[in-house]
């Protein structure tokens, strides 16, 4: 320590935990530290004022649906040390590295279904609001009510949140019913294609339909179930194809979901 | 080990109860100072969502010893709330986040006690009680993340007057940390 440096850099420790320095001095501030005592302390200090600081608002009560949407958040995230970069890629190197993803993911969505045992009563009333939000949209689809409710009420039923380019986009499975879909805030597919719902259970993933797009921005499928998906765990993706579907997934993936 | 880290490091081992019991805690707080820097409420909640993401894929780096996990989570929640400040109000970000997704560097900034409650009341006093123009240079520098020149530039001061009132200012709440 040369007594210049710590007289250049010690009034500098306030810029430093007020993030108003350059990388240069950064650098600089944390070497001096490492060997200044008096410096340390005194930055120690000020990193607890910074705390003192953002206390300084009283706590709030949080809305109570950010809770939820939080910790869903969460659950399609990889889990700590992984990074989201590393999922990212695995997103556009095919299915395989796909499935590693939703592996991933999977550990969250156990989660959600064990908490969904312990807040039954919150969970009870979201799902009378989705389900209200659904009949709202089924209205378009008179024809198909029957099955939706079917699939929505079976006693196998079971809701897959999708990840992906929309924020509300979910599954709900039965394997006795059938399956429906709804997204909400959907991206226009990519010129010239359309969304494709598939189905993988364990085989090659099975077509369940092409969302419909009444409007703008929503997508709904409401499907019986497809033949091949075996009882247990499935994974729905939802791909762009060309207009009519195809009977394997060739386009990129734009949500994806797993039980 | 004290319970707000052992609650993160059963987030680093990916337990979603750690996330949940972390957000009962501290949602709360991480809210309140993300809305007292963007004033907006939606943006606010965004905040908060990012905040326990990036704490969920971070956990594992979290070092008890460097400070509480509330604090760790507050430079987040501080981090990110500035950051979308600016971008909304389209002002070029001059500044450089020291503390950005980490904590201190691993021999730096360790402070040799965690903040107590009652040291937390007492720089929230502490604020209160400074001259008004020293209290307005260090909310507008630690609230809204303005650069000692960008103060000195809305204040029409000059930015050696402005240096001075922040570090007084600091220098006045270090004192009341002290019993």
Same mark, same amino acid.
């Given at each position: 320590?040369?007594?210049?440096?710590?007289?250049?850099?010690?009034?500098?420790?306030?810029?430093?935990?007020?993030?108003?320095?350059?990388?240069?001095?950064?650098?600089?501030?944390?070497?001096?530290?490492?060997?200044?005592?008096?410096?340390?302390?005194?930055?120690?200090?000020?990193?607890?004022?910074?705390?003192?600081?953002?206390?300084?608002?009283?706590?709030?009560?949080?809305?109570?649906?950010?809770?939820?949407?939080?910790?869903?958040?969460?659950?399609?995230?990889?889990?700590?040390?992984?990074?989201?970069?590393?999922?990212?890629?695995?997103?556009?190197?095919?299915?395989?590295?796909?499935?590693?993803?939703?592996?991933?993911?999977?550990?969250?969505?156990?989660?959600?279904?064990?908490?969904?045992?312990?807040?039954?009563?919150?969970?009870?009333?979201?799902?009378?609001?989705?389900?209200?939000?659904?009949?709202?949209?089924?209205?378009?689809?008179?024809?198909?009510?029957?099955?939706?409710?079917?699939?929505?009420?079976?006693?196998?039923?079971?809701?897959?949140?999708?990840?992906?380019?929309?924020?509300?986009?979910?599954?709900?499975?039965?394997?006795?019913?059938?399956?429906?879909?709804?997204?909400?805030?959907?991206?226009? $597919? +990519? *010129? =010239?294609? /359309?969304?494709?719902?598939?189905?993988?259970?364990?085989?090659?993933?099975?077509?369940? #339909?092409? !969302? &419909?797009?009444?409007?703008?921005?929503?997508?709904?499928?409401?499907? $019986? +179930? *497809? =033949?091949? /998906?075996?009882?247990?765990?499935?994974?729905?993706?939802?791909?762009?194809?060309?207009? #009519?579907? !195809? &009977?394997?997934?060739?386009?990129?993936?734009?949500?994806?979901?797993?039980? | 080990?004290?319970?707000?880290?052992?609650?993160?490091?059963?987030?680093?081992?990916?337990?979603?109860?750690?996330?949940?019991?972390?957000?009962?805690?501290?949602?709360?707080?991480?809210?309140?100072?993300?809305?007292?820097?963007?004033?907006?409420?939606?943006?606010?909640?965004?905040?908060?969502?990012?905040?326990?993401?990036?704490?969920?894929?971070?956990?594992?780096?979290?070092?008890?010893?460097?400070?509480?996990?509330?604090?760790?989570?507050?430079?987040?929640?501080?981090?990110?709330?500035?950051?979308?400040?600016?971008?909304?109000?389209?002002?070029?970000?001059?500044?450089?986040?020291?503390?950005?997704?980490?904590?201190?560097?691993?021999?730096?900034?360790?402070?040799?006690?965690?903040?107590?409650?009652?040291?937390?009341?007492?720089?929230?006093?502490?604020?209160?009680?400074?001259?008004?123009?020293?209290?307005?240079?260090?909310?507008?520098?630690?609230?809204?993340?303005?650069?000692?020149?960008?103060?000195?530039?809305?204040?029409?001061?000059?930015?050696?007057?402005?240096?001075?009132?922040?570090?007084?200012?600091?220098?006045?709440?270090?004192?009341?940390?002290?019993?």
């Amino acid at each position: 320590m040369t007594m210049d440096r710590h007289d250049i850099l010690g009034p500098k420790l306030g810029d430093y935990v007020l993030g108003d320095v350059t990388p240069e001095e950064i650098r600089e501030i944390e070497g001096h530290v490492r060997d200044c005592a008096e410096c340390a302390a005194e930055l120690g200090e000020l990193s607890l004022v910074m705390e003192g600081l953002a206390r300084v608002p009283e706590p709030v009560a949080p809305p109570p649906e950010l809770k939820r949407r939080v910790l869903e958040s969460i659950a399609g995230l990889p889990k700590g040390g992984q990074t989201v970069d590393a999922v990212r890629r695995g997103w556009s190197t095919g299915w395989l590295a796909a499935a590693a993803a939703m592996i991933l993911a999977l550990g969250g969505a156990l989660y959600l279904s064990q908490d969904r045992g312990r807040q039954i009563s919150d969970e009870l009333r979201r799902a009378d609001s989705e389900i209200a939000e659904l009949r709202t949209q089924l209205s378009d689809f008179t024809g198909q009510t029957d099955l939706a409710l079917s699939i929505l009420t079976a006693s196998d039923m079971q809701r897959i949140e999708l990840a992906g380019s929309a924020s509300g986009a979910r599954a709900y499975w039965s394997a006795t019913q059938g399956l429906l879909v709804a997204a909400d805030r959907l991206p226009v $597919p +990519p *010129p =010239g294609r /359309i969304y494709q719902v598939w189905l993988i259970g364990g085989g090659a993933p099975v077509s369940a #339909g092409v !969302l &419909a797009t009444p409007r703008t921005g929503r997508g709904i499928l409401i499907a $019986p +179930p *497809p =033949g091949g /998906i075996a009882r247990g765990p499935v994974t729905v993706a939802v791909t762009d194809e060309p207009p #009519g579907g !195809l &009977a394997a997934p060739t386009g990129s993936k734009h949500f994806v979901g797993s039980i | 080990m004290d319970a707000d880290a052992s609650v993160v490091s059963r987030l680093a081992a990916g337990d979603m109860d750690a996330a949940s019991e972390l957000y009962d805690r501290h949602a709360g707080q991480v809210l309140a100072l993300a809305r007292r820097i963007l004033r907006d409420y939606g943006d606010a909640e965004d905040v908060v969502q990012d905040v326990f993401s990036q704490a969920w894929r971070t956990a594992a780096r979290f070092e008890s010893s460097r400070g509480t996990v509330l604090g760790w989570l507050l430079v987040m929640a501080r981090t990110r709330s500035i950051d979308r400040l600016r971008a909304k109000q389209a002002r070029p970000d001059t500044r450089t986040d020291v503390l950005p997704d980490r904590m201190p560097s691993a021999d730096v900034a360790a402070p040799d006690q965690l903040l107590s409650e009652e040291q937390a009341v007492r720089v929230r006093e502490a604020l209160a009680n400074l001259p008004d123009a020293q209290r307005k240079a260090l909310e507008l520098a630690y609230y809204e993340g303005l650069t000692q020149a960008e103060i000195a530039e809305r204040l029409t001061e000059p930015l050696g007057t402005i240096k001075t009132r922040v570090r007084t200012a600091l220098g006045a709440l270090r004192q009341k940390l002290r019993p």
